[in-house]
């Protein structure tokens, strides 16, 4: 039988010969593998092999608008983005991204096929978020959501896609942009949400998770 150290040489040189081949790595910090690599081999464990989340904790990254992961990536790194489950799960994530792997990783993701829609069977409520997804709570001068984010929710520009996205983590972004400054480059959303009451949320993000998009 070989000495222990001998066995751990041999161990060691097999993990870092894996490492050093890019197309396998899960190496966060090596500039060297692509984006599709990281996509697939790493972020997959949570936001699925081509963006579609199973599990409502993680976001939908599918179809999303590139702009608006590029600069939600480069929140994390910079760690201006600070809500709990972002500091949490995406700094440590990003922190060793390069810009050209940013750049990537939202091309990747926004060339995936977008989520089919998850059926909500409340129409009272689908019926009441899609009156404030359409034309606002004008009352309280809260804007349409659609003026930006799409008629459909498909995203516009920058302005991230909705269509499709799990409502609960909906209701936290609004929370979050309503009663925090967590996301300090999402100050449009924090007077959008500001008169929203708990309801409106609910309401909205039951409705945007029902919408296919484009
Ligand atoms: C261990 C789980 C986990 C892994 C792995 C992970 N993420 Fe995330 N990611 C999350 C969670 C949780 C959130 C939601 C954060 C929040 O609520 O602010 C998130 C949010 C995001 C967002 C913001 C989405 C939005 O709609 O604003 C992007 C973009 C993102 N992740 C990209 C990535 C990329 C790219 C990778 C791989 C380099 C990755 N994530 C790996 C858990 C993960
Ligand atoms: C004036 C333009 C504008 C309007 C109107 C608007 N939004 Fe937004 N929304 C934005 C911008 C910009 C962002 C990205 C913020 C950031 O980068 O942090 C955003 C982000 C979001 C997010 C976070 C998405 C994610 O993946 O984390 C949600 C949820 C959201 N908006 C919901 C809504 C709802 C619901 C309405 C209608 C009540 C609405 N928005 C109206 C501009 C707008």
Redesign the pocket.
Known sequence: MKPLHVLLIVAVGAVSAGCANPERSRD?ANPAVT?TT??QQ??????GLTGQAVSP?????AG?VAP??TA??KG?RAQS?H????????WG??RH?TDA??DG??A??AAQPPVAPTPVADRTRLDAGKAIFETGVVAKAVPACAGCHGDQGQGLAAF?RLAG?HAD?VV??LL?FQRTD??PEGSIMKTVAHELSEQNVRDVAAYVQSLPGL
């Open positions: 966060l984006a990281l996509a790493v972020c997959s464990n949570c936001h904790n993680f976001p939908n990254l999303q608006y992961t939600q990536l994390f983005r809500d709990p489950a972002g500091f949490e799960y995406m994530l990003s991204l792997q940013i990783l939202a990747y993701y991230p996205q983590y936290k972004q979050v967590e996301r």
